[in-house]
């Protein structure tokens, strides 16, 4: 399971899998970045090669990307959504299934809270995976936490239909 947290500066990622008696484990984690400087087409260039390059390797049966968000900025959301784009556009590419999620349902899947703030979600990523640490930079503890949203969303979505 592939989780990824767009971004065109830093784009979060993280490769955590289901372990024995469905805890999880962190397989790798991290961010790709991007010269601030670059044209915008050069860094979404980045960005995909280094999704095609993380797919290849580590072959996830499915990635979850967080959904766009609306930022005061409207330039900001548009960016966004180009990253957005290479990055549905690798997955699609290599035939990876695509989950996505909003922000706030993330952080309530991970802290139990849609509005809470990075250092709460680096925090509860760490306490899920029993790490001594957040993974950081906070944008690749962000990847690992839609990564872990797609998988404890699955596991409830999963026991609603056994009770059922």
């Known amino acids: 399971m592939l989780g990824v947290d767009p971004g065109t500066g830093a784009t979060g990622y993280g490769v955590v899998e289901t372990g024995e008696r469905g805890s999880f484990r962190l397989v790798e984690c991290g961010v790709i970045r991007t010269a601030s400087r670059s044209p915008l087409p050069t860094r979404l260039h980045q960005v995909y090669a280094g999704l095609v390059e993380l797919i290849a390797r580590h072959r996830p049966d499915l990635l979850a990307v967080e959904e766009a968000f609306h930022a005061k900025n409207a330039r900001t959301t548009l960016v966004l959504g180009h990253a957005r784009g290479v990055i549905l556009l690798a997955a699609e590419s290599a035939g990876v299934t695509i989950a996505e999620y909003s922000p706030a349902v993330i952080k309530r899947t991970v802290t139990g809270r849609g509005a809470a703030h990075k250092p709460q979600v680096g925090f509860m990523v760490a306490e899920l995976l029993r790490l001594r ?9 962000d990847g690992v936490a839609v990564a872990l949203t797609h998988l404890l969303r699955g596991r409830t979505l999963a026991a609603v239909g056994q009770r059922q």
């Open 133 to 141: 640490h957040p993974p950081q930079p906070a944008d690749a503890a």
